[in-house]
């Protein structure tokens, strides 16, 4: 992704914003700072929903991203039409979130910077990343694995700044 700004700006979208968005976030930050690039970046998530707003990641992916020792910080909010103009890159999770975000931008000038997550995916073929709300464990892990794909192809993704 190209960036005319000092700071690349990536927005993560989920449902609720308690889960794979926040995870993403916390999972992006982290392969930023290890690669000495976390400066150069600005990263939030949100979800289509406001349900959750205010509350902090679920519990259970928090424990399954300690596990792998990434930090699991972050409180929900709704995504809003600005955050269309402020943001380089806006990652979907899923078909139902691309396609809600899609909808805030009715006359398509945005289009091209919101994009599938797993389209950033080098070494796994989902097509989407599933919700784990509802599952076990072995979802929240799974999501982690597609999650550390994926944010190693955005990170790689944007030039390095300064």
Request: net charge negative.
């Amino acid at each position: 992704m190209n960036s005319p700004r000092s700071i690349h700006r990536v927005l993560f979208v989920c449902l609720g914003n308690i889960c794979r968005s926040p995870a993403a976030e916390n999972v992006l930050r982290m392969k930023a700072t290890l690669a000495g690039r976390a400066a150069e970046f600005e990263i939030d998530s949100a979800g289509t929903i406001g349900h959750h707003r205010g509350s902090a990641p679920d519990a259970r992916m928090a424990d399954a991203l300690r596990r792998k020792n990434i930090p699991s910080e972050g409180c929900a909010r709704q995504i809003r039409k600005q955050d269309l103009d402020y943001f380089d890159l806006i990652v979907t999770m899923d078909e139902t979130n691309l396609s809600d975000v899609r909808n805030l931008d009715p006359a398509k000038l945005h289009h091209s910077k919101i994009q599938p997550f797993v389209s950033f995916c080098r070494h796994h073929d989902d097509p989407r990343v599933p919700d784990p709300y509802y599952g076990g464990q072995r979802g929240f892990d799974h999501v982690i694995e597609l999650l550390e794909d994926g944010c190693e192809g955005i990170l790689e993704s944007f030039p390095k700044l300064g």
